[in-house]
């Protein structure tokens, strides 16, 4: 497959054991470019570790990935990544510019100082994340919403083709969420995403497949999920709700 027409992600019969003990099973996925992909599984599942895997922080105890063709190593520099918690003490003293410009560090910044094209390129990621104007601010007097906001910008400072988001919505209350999702329906107009979320409770208007991750992993199209599947993937009683008659649809527990 040449980089150019290779899905955004391609996985064949991967396995990923930690000390002997089995977290991925058998996992096969190809995710089209453009593609806005919703992670979701149990505590526990092996969401993380799959996000982990493509990004090449773990290798498979056997099978194959590829990311826009390329192995993950290869291709790090084009994946954008915000982690699951944020390691940054609140307190640290940075302003939003620094923190977005750690982003460039795969790209070769910080040893020999930040390019004018680095800043360039993380001003623009602060426009499109709606933070330009507080980038001289000290992060410690951001907001939990405005905080997120400058992970995603961190996360696309590296210019990415596919971002890797895992929970980007915890700890955001109803508006932030929604603000959120807003950001990354636009964002999804030029690039790929995959991003785990906890619950169901995920916007499915602006997500087209959904990848469940039970140590197995399937993917389906929004549409397609059933409340059957998701009884299946979470072992619980789930239910769903049908959003907008067009095949939209939220589950949630009962
Ligand atoms: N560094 C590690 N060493 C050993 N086991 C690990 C490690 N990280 C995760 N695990 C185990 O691998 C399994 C999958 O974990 P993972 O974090 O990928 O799940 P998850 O679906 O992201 O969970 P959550 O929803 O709680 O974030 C779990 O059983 C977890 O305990």
């Known amino acids: 497959m040449d980089e150019q027409n290779s899905p955004a992600v391609f996985v064949k019969d991967l396995w990923f054991a930690y000390n002997g ?7 096969n996925l190809s995710i089209p470019r453009g593609d806005f992909v919703s992670v979701v599984g149990p505590n526990g599942g092996g969401k993380t570790t799959l ?24 291709a790090r520099p084009r994946i954008g990544y915000m982690p699951q918690y944020t390691q940054l003490d609140p307190l640290f003293p940075a302003t939003l510019m620094d923190v977005a410009l750690m982003g460039r560090l795969g790209r070769g910044g910080l040893f020999g100082g930040y390019s004018r094209e680095d800043k360039n390129v993380v001003s623009e990621a602060l426009k499109q994340v709606g933070l330009y104007e507080l980038r001289k601010k000290s992060f410690s007097a951001l907001s939990g919403g405005q905080r997120q906001r400058l992970l995603i910008a961190r996360a696309l400072a590296c210019e990415p083709d596919l971002l890797l988001l895992d929970e980007p919505a915890a700890n955001l209350d109803a508006v932030m969420e929604t603000d959120l999702y807003q950001l990354l329906r636009t964002l999804n107009e030029r690039l790929t995403i995959m991003m785990v979320s906890h619950d169901l409770g995920f916007v499915s208007r602006i997500i087209k497949s959904v990848i469940c991750v039970k140590r197995k992993v399937l993917m389906h199209p929004t549409t397609e999920i059933t409340g059957e599947i998701i009884n299946d993937i979470y072992g619980s009683p789930m239910r769903m709700i049908r959003h907008n008659g067009e095949g939209d649809s939220i589950c949630s527990n009962l």
């Open 51 to 74: 996000l982990k895997v493509i990004l090449g922080l773990l290798r498979p105890t056997r099978g194959e990935v590829r990311v826009m063709g390329m192995t993950p190593e290869q």
């Open 21 to 27: 003990y089995p977290a991925l099973e058998n996992v």
